[in-house]
């Protein structure tokens, strides 16, 4: 069983930053561990479908949407299973519940509960 833990969501004024983490515990399947999965962030805005926000992969590749590149950046710490984004220059737009996801392959995943980011002036 894996569960899936982010924290470090809140209020902040445009221009500003937060960081968040997800620390994971468990195995998505028997015998797998925290670095040989693709870890990601996503967000969902109020009405609008969830969407992949930067994701980073069990070799060393990111990616990050359109709308966040240059401004959030995505990490990973192999030994305390966590994976962090750093949102930098926040805007209103960046207002969501942001979710981290554990996948292998595709074959298995799993969601964290999501932490609310909310920027306003």
């Known amino acids: 069983q894996v569960q899936l833990v982010e924290s470090g969501g809140g209020l902040v004024q445009p221009g500003e930053s937060l960081r968040l983490s997800c620390v994971v515990s468990?195995?998505?399947?028997?015998?797998?561990?925290?670095?040989?999965?693709?870890m990601g962030w996503y967000r969902q805005a109020t009405g609008k479908q969830r969407e992949l926000v930067a994701d980073f992969t069990s070799d060393g590749f990111t990616r990050y949407s359109i709308a966040v590149k240059g401004r959030f950046t995505i990490s990973r710490d192999n030994f305390k299973n966590t994976v962090y984004l750093q949102m930098d220059n926040l805007k209103p737009e960046d207002t969501a519940v942001y979710y981290c996801?554990?996948?292998?392959?595709?074959?298995?995943?799993?969601w964290g509960q999501g932490t609310q980011v909310t920027v306003s002036a």
């Open positions: 996801k554990a996948d292998f392959n595709g074959r298995s995943s799993s």
């Open positions: 468990g195995s998505l399947f028997s015998g797998s561990r925290f670095s040989i999965y693709t």
